[in-house]
Nanobody, 124 residues
Framework: QVQLVESGGGLVQAGGSLRLSCAAS????????MGWFRQAPGKEREIVAA????????YYADSVKGRFTISRDNSENTVYLQMNSLKPEDTAVYYC?????????????????WGQGTQVTVSS
């Protein structure tokens, strides 16, 4: 089992920044690819970014490319999402997830453990 706890969400003005953290406990964190997803009201959950187990590979959704950065610190069992130049359309509940499969999974179904989510609200 893996337990994931997100933090760092909040209210920010458009153009501002937030840094989300996801602390993992349980099974060996450093073995898993990790992802950040988000779900806006009335919309399906979508992937934002993903990172391989060692941080050597990353993926970003087109909507956040150049603005968001995913990173991880395996010594601290934590994955981060640095969000810059935030837009109102980034408003959503953000979830981190851990996958048991190798590589860089991009689909929700490929992730096995989920956090409870943290709200990010960007005002215009």
């Amino acid at each position: 089992q893996v337990q994931l706890v997100e933090s760092g969400g909040g209210l920010v003005q458009a153009g501002g920044s937030l840094r989300l953290s996801c602390a993992a406990s349980g099974r060996t964190f450093r073995s898993y690819p990790m992802g950040w997803f988000r779900q806006a009201p009335g919309k399906e959950r979508e992937i934002v970014a993903a990172i391989t187990w060692n941080g050597g590979g990353t993926y970003y959704a087109d909507s956040v490319k150049g603005r968001f950065t995913i990173s991880r610190d395996n010594s601290e069992n934590t994955v981060y999402l640095q969000m810059n130049s935030l837009k109102p359309e980034d408003t959503a509940v953000y979830y981190c997830a851990a996958g048991l499969r190798v590589g860089l999974p991009r689909n929700e179904i490929e992730y096995d453990y989920w956090g409870q989510g943290t709200q990010v609200t960007v005002s215009s």
